[in-house]
């Protein structure tokens, strides 16, 4: 199933919704499956539906198939007419891991030249960082999944504005997708992983490069590069762990008012979702409707390239079997 959060027309309630076959319209699933005499405690939020496992997405699929049927057209909207909110307007805790080698060693690239430009010895600069490791990631990062925790308030979903921070002048955008945890659990075998993935989703972690670049040297972090009002973009929807079987050969595209600026492979991830959840639930408890970001794949954002987000521009991430977030730079 393709799952969504929406604003209801009538009321501006938020409702759980799933997407017909076509993609063109949203079954209510709490109006469906009312409708079917069952009850709909688990499907009064996205959360709500996580938590109750597999009980609640059986009464999902049920109350899909009712409100598809060529009867029911009243249990459901079409999907150009809503408003779409993040699949989980409020995740319960969010992480976004390092996943992808050639993306770090980009922007270190990008970073170093921007310091030697325009100094006599620069080429020479370049192959004595390189010769030195200069490019070569901390034994740690091929050891174990690395992650930052964000901001869980500040997430918004397909077609909303991002609000360009004030403090900076040089914003980003990052090219990534993520899962929601499903069940939750402790001290979760890499071999049982998969069985606590609810479902995946797009993740555009938007990023303030200036904030980001002074406070690295801090040694902690990231902070204001990262963390301020619309800075988490998830969406359009969540795709369900069943429709996506092989999350890991999936081609992932950015395009900037219509030009494609970036295009990467899931393939390349050193550390997987699995490795991930058994890595963090290592003596600490994992929750229902947690979100973990897979990391920026190659080359996919604006620091990698040396090219910048300016306002007004609409930014469009596509992962294969996931659709297309949009959103505009304001």
């Not at 190659?298 to 996931?322: N, S």
Request: net charge negative; proline share 5%; hydrophobic share 35%.
């Amino acid at each position: 199933m393709k799952l969504v959060t929406y604003l209801h027309p009538d009321n501006g309630a938020a409702r759980v919704g799933a997407l017909t076959s076509d993609l063109s319209e949203v079954v209510d699933l709490a109006d469906s499956a009312e409708a079917l005499g069952r009850g709909t405690e688990a499907l009064t939020s996205m959360l709500a539906l996580i938590e109750s496992d597999e009980v609640g997405l059986d009464l999902a699929k049920a109350a899909l198939e009712h409100g598809s049927l060529p009867g029911n057209c009243s249990l459901r909207l079409p999907l150009a007419s809503l408003k779409l909110l993040a699949p989980v307007p409020r995740p319960t805790q969010m992480r976004d891991f390092l996943s992808f080698e050639r993306h770090v060693q980009g922007c270190r690239t990008t970073r170093f030249k921007h310091r030697t430009q325009g100094m006599p010895d620069a080429e020479q600069q370049w192959e004595a960082f390189v010769a030195a490791g200069g490019l070569k990631l901390a034994p740690v990062w091929y050891e174990q999944p690395i992650y930052y925790k964000g901001n869980r308030m500040s997430v918004i979903g397909h077609e909303q504005d991002i609000q360009w921070p004030r403090y900076s002048k040089l914003l980003d955008y990052e090219l990534e997708f993520g899962i929601f945890i499903g069940r939750g659990g402790k001290n979760i075998s890499r071999e049982n992983a998969h069985q606590h993935i609810f479902g995946f989703s797009i993740f555009n972690d938007i990023s303030a490069r200036d904030a980001q670049a002074r406070e690295s040297d801090g040694q902690l972090g990231p902070c204001k590069g990262k963390d301020f009002d619309t800075g988490n973009v998830i969406g359009p929807w969540l795709v369900t762990a069943d429709e996506l079987p092989d999350p890991y050969n999936l081609v992932l595209t950015a395009r900037v008012n219509g030009e494609e600026w970036s295009s990467g492979n899931s393939g390349e991830m050193a550390h997987r979702f699995e490795d991930m959840i058994a890595h963090v639930s290592q003596d600490e408890t994992l929750y229902p409707g947690e979100f973990f970001g897979s990391g920026t794949v190659p080359g996919g954002c604006g620091l990698e390239l040396d090219r910048w987000l300016r306002r007004g521009d609409v930014i469009e991430l596509e992962v294969q079997g996931l659709g297309v977030l949009r959103n505009r730079i304001v």
